[in-house]
């Protein structure tokens, strides 16, 4: 428990996530408005859990070469991978219950599929790994989206794969 709270600290409680959440859910709200104030909770709250997730799920798929590149992060201790691992699946847990209660599970699943089983395999080359990997956050746009693929959605949905695109660019030399 310790571990996946220090995991916690270093990863998920930044400034840089809480803006990312807001990011998408912003883009979300603007390319379909929430109908009441229980649906905008329940969009805000899985806005959240998504980002988390994936953020989770991402650093255990770099663990290799965050041990090159990043050797002091907690997830490079071995006795930190099984209560990240644990604190994903709680994560999980939740993200598919709100998914249950907003009608979108599938889309979770196809998503997850795709990003972190697929597109791995499909280049070695890190760079296009990485742009293929941030097309998770449009993906956000349309599972929070309610109204389906409209063109505000997609325009949105653009904006946020730009938006990741060039910050992870102008962050990754």
């Not at 379909?32 to 969009?43: I, L, Q, S």
């Not at 965050?66 to 907690?74: K, L, N, Q, Y």
């Not at 293929?132 to 389906?148: D, E």
Request: glycine share 10%; proline share 4%; with cysteine.
């Amino acid at each position: 428990m310790a571990e996946a709270l220090a995991y916690g600290r270093e990863r998920l409680a930044s400034w840089r996530i809480g803006l990312l959440v807001l990011a998408v859910l912003g883009l979300a709200f603007l390319a379909d408005a929430p109908g009441d104030g229980r649906e905008a909770v329940w969009r805000t709250v899985l806005a959240g859990l998504l980002v988390v997730s994936f953020r989770i799920w991402d650093d255990l798929a770099d663990r290799d070469h965050d041990r090159t590149h990043h050797p002091a992060r907690v997830l490079n201790r071995p006795a930190a991978v099984g209560p990240v691992w644990v604190l994903l699946a709680g994560f999980g847990v939740l993200t598919a219950a709100v998914l249950g209660e907003l009608g979108s599970v599938r889309s979770l699943v196809v998503l997850l599929a795709a990003v972190y089983q697929g597109l791995p395999r499909l280049t070695g080359n890190r760079f296009l790994r990485t742009q293929l990997v941030l097309a998770k956050y449009p993906a956000f746009i349309f599972i929070l989206g309610i109204s389906g693929w409209t063109g505000r959605v997609v325009a949105c949905a653009a904006a946020a794969y730009l938006l990741v695109s060039l910050h992870e660019w102008s962050d990754s030399p």
